[in-house]
T-cell receptor
Framework: DGGITQSPKYLFRKEGQNVTLSCEQN?????MYWYRQDPGQGLRLIYY???????QKGDIAEGYSVSREKKESFPLTVTSAQKNPTAFYLC????????????????FGQGTRLTVV | QQPVQSPQAVILREGEDAVINCSSS?????VHWYRQKHGEAPVFLMI?????EQKGHDKISASFNEKKQQSSLYLTASQLSYSGTYFC???????????FGPGTSLSVIP
């Protein structure tokens, strides 16, 4: 079955540590995204990538880093520079439109809930 | 550049109708609508492209007014399963990043 997988589901981090969240998709999608969601809040874009070996900052990139060495994988590292990392992190992927007059939806993983202890 | 959604929250009784609005200050290429249950991933509802297209399935439909950069989601004869937070996501160009609004919390009660 095609899909997008995030791991782990729950992650605990000590202050000052870097942690990496995994996101893998087998949908053959070029575009991948990382969003952060805080309680009662919307989805805020951290980073996105439209092609292998290229990525762009979103609205809240400070304290995060990403890599896109393979089409299937888009890991997110939460660095110690991120002052308030406790949140629900969602990864998504999106395929290209088949025609100039169509579009495709974003497919989401099940999320990783990160807690700083 | 985050789209604005209204209302922030709405409570309905089963069978009632609701409208959720999404507007952007930027010219839009398309609008996505998703529903999220607490602690779960957002679930795709529909996409609308510029051209004023209206789409729908079952009792949920949506419209897109590209001139006003607005989209509305219509839920008719609401069911308990409609409860959740509804997000609109906007793209300014084909194959662009998807920016989501803050969400509208919808609760359907018996």
């Amino acid at each position: 079955d095609g899909g997008i997988t995030q791991s782990p589901k729950y992650l605990f981090r000590k202050e000052g540590q870097n942690v990496t969240l995994s996101c893998e998709q087998n949908l053959n999608h070029d575009a991948m995204y990382w969003y952060r969601q805080d309680p009662g809040q919307g989805l805020r874009l951290i980073y996105y990538s439209q092609i292998v070996n290229d990525f762009q900052k979103g609205d809240i990139a400070e304290g995060y880093s990403v890599s896109r060495e393979k089409k299937e994988s888009f890991p997110l590292t939460v660095t110690s520079a991120q002052k308030n990392p406790t949140a629900f992190y969602l990864c998504a992927s999106k395929g290209p439109a088949e025609t100039a007059k169509s579009n495709t939806e974003a497919f989401f993983g099940q999320g990783t809930r990160l807690t700083v202890v | 550049q985050q789209p604005v959604q209204s209302p922030q929250a709405v409570i309905l009784r089963e069978g009632e109708d609701a409208v959720i609005n999404c507007s952007s200050s930027k010219a839009l290429y398309s609008v996505h609508w998703y529903r999220q249950k607490h602690g779960e991933a957002p679930v795709f509802l529909m996409i609308l492209l510029k051209g004023g297209e209206q789409k729908g399935h079952d009792k949920i439909s949506a419209s897109f007014n590209e001139k006003k950069q607005q989209s509305s989601l219509y839920l008719t004869a609401s069911q308990l399963s409609y409860s959740g937070t509804y997000f609109c996501g906007t793209e300014s160009a084909s194959y662009d990043k998807v920016i989501f609004g803050p969400g509208t919390s919808l609760s359907v009660i018996p």
